[in-house]
């Protein structure tokens, strides 16, 4: 699968690994900070090694991180998060079996928690560092087709304005980057 292709996450299984608010905080430090051990998640999650390890081998088994070849030595194994699509789509709810459907929105639960907690930061962010924070709000109006269009034309930009940790510039900063969009029918 190219980069530039996206991916529909509709694997029931690979979305309850993802549906794992642990799991998630352990790709969110792999993806910001590069590999770790479990040991290493253990101590910034305030959990255990047998954990960490453990929600490590789920989120392996389904593909999201993998060992570092070369780099674990005996009982220490160092895990990073793989080459997957970085535009990973979620289905509707009617593409799931009717059972899968909490898992699709424990998901989303997880998200918009994550979401609001970024956006609870970004005032005290802005004040410190403003030139790195840029927000936007209005209001659309927009055909189904034109908010498909639109949609598809920004994730389009996002990738090309964000490649991937190994080919950015030394002085590039992980950044957060959210958008969201939905019919403003309450006004």
Sequence with gaps: MKDEDSFLLDDP???KALAHPMRRLMLRHLSLHGSATSTTLADLLGAKTGTTSYHLRQLEKYGFVEEVPGHSA?????WRR??????MRLPTPDRLAPEDRPVLAEFHRIG???????????PEIYEREPHWVKASRGIARMTA???????????????????RAEDASPDARPMFV?????????G
């Excluded at 005996?74 to 160092?78: A, C, V």
């Excluded at 793989?82 to 535009?87: A, F, H, L, S, V």
């Excluded at 639109?150 to 990738?159: D, G, I, R, S």
């Design 178 to 186: 959210r958008l969201f969009a939905f019919p403003a029918e309450d």
């Design 112 to 122: 918009l928690e994550e979401d609001l907690a970024l956006f609870q930061r970004l």
């Design 13 to 15: 299984a690979r979305l």
């Design 82 to 87: 793989t080459e997957e699509p970085r535009d």
């Design 74 to 78: 005996g009982r220490e194994r160092w």
């Design 145 to 163: 087709q034109e908010f498909e269009e639109f949609f598809e034309a920004y994730m389009k930009v996002l990738k090309k304005h964000s490649p």
